[in-house]
Structures are given as structure tokens and as C-alpha cells.
């Protein structure tokens, strides 16, 4: 019995592939991979050679939700990943509510998408600004208390990063969430 060999597809031709099968428009996929619509548009005509660059493959990775490493020209990332519970909270929301990436992507404006793309890349951690995470939260259908969870997460290691010991200040620390809780939940921030 003859095997038929496997012919690895092409990583332009892949995008094209993802391209068309999701309907998205290459100024669209542009716009969420931090590339000009000139360059999509000769990556996939093979005009240009596909990108080595970690950072690129990584947003084109994310956006079509496979693993950068699929890409034989894929390289170890010049950029640290950060590996945030945070995040990986907000996947979880993603698969509970059967979003794909694109469709996740396209809830936001188109300025905020390529932050969206870096954040779940784990490029960029999550927003401090309340409202920002908050309009990640509705999208997700998340509860004001759990986007209220990941911001004071997020804000925590804000304050350490700048010097601060929260635990030598919890009381202070505490203090401070309790008043914002109070804030956020009881006068029900719009969503």
C-alpha cells in the first residue's frame, strides 16, 4: 500500500487559507497583526518572504489561534512572554462563550485590537484603566465582581512594580480596594 506524502502547506499560503475560511478582510487581519494592509497583501502573494520576526508570527499565531512554533519560520521570541493567570482567565472566557479570536477581536475598536492580539500573546499584560478591562469583561459576559478580581490583581502588582510593599501597607492597600469595590459594584458601572 502507497502513502501518500504530506505536503506541508505554506505559511502565506496558510494566512490565505485562514483568511478566506473566516471572511476576514486583509485590512482587518492588517490592522490585528501590527502590519500595513500593503505588506498582507504581499505576504500573501509570496512578493515578499514570510516574516521571521517572533513578534509578527506570535500576533498571526494569536489571531488565528494556533501555536507560533506551526510556522517553519517561527524563531525564539525576542520579547519575554508574560504568563499571566489574568490571561489565561480571559481565554477560558473566550472558549466558555465560543468566540474565536477574530470574532473576540472584531467586539473591540480597530485601535485596540493589536493591544487585544499582545495582551493574549502574553506581549502586553492586561489593562490598568478599569473601564478598558471592563469592555474585555462584557464582552466575555464576565460578572463586574471577577473583571473587579482581575483588575485589583492587575493593580497589586502595579504597586509592587513601583516599590511598594502591599503587605507592609495592607492595611492602607486594603483600605483602598474596599472603597473601589464599594464604588464599582454598588454603583453598578455601566456595562
Known amino acids: 500500500m502507497k502513502t501518500k506524502q504530506i505536503i506541508p502547506q ?17 485590512r482587518d487581519f492588517a490592522e490585528m497583526i501590527g502590519v500595513t494592509l500593503s ?36 524563531r525564539i521570541p525576542q520579547e519575554p512572554i508574560l504568563i ?4 489565561e482567565t480571559i481565554k477560558e472566557y473566550i472558549k466558555e462563550n465560543k ?7 472584531k467586539s473591540f475598536p480597530r485601535k485596540k485590537r493589536l493591544d ?14 478599569f473601564k478598558e478591562l471592563q469592555l474585555i469583561g ?15 490583581k492587575r493593580l497589586k502588582q502595579v504597586l509592587e512594580s ?5 503587605y507592609s501597607n495592607s492595611e492602607l492597600v486594603n483600605t483602598m480596594f474596599e472603597c473601589a469595590k464599594k464604588h464599582i459594584l454598588n454603583n453598578k458601572i455601566s456595562k
Open 10 to 26: 505554506k505559511s502565506s499560503e496558510r494566512v490565505a487559507s485562514f483568511l478566506t475560511k473566516n471572511a476576514l478582510h486583509k
Open 39 to 74: 505588506y498582507v497583501y504581499n505576504l500573501i502573494d509570496e512578493t515578499v518572504p514570510f516574516s521571521t520576526r517572533s513578534t509578527t508570527i506570535e500576533r498571526i499565531a494569536t489571531v488565528m489561534n494556533i501555536d507560533p512554533e506551526e510556522f517553519e519560520e517561527y
Open 84 to 87: 499571566d493567570e489574568s490571561v
Open 99 to 105: 468566540l474565536t479570536i477574530v470574532s473576540f477581536l
Open 116 to 129: 487585544i492580539v499582545d495582551i493574549l500573546r502574553g506581549a502586553l499584560p492586561i489593562p490598568i484603566d
Open 138 to 152: 462584557t464582552t466575555l459576559n464576565m460578572e463586574n465582581e471577577e473583571i473587579f478580581s482581575l483588575w485589583e
Open 162 to 166: 513601583a516599590g511598594m510593599n502591599i
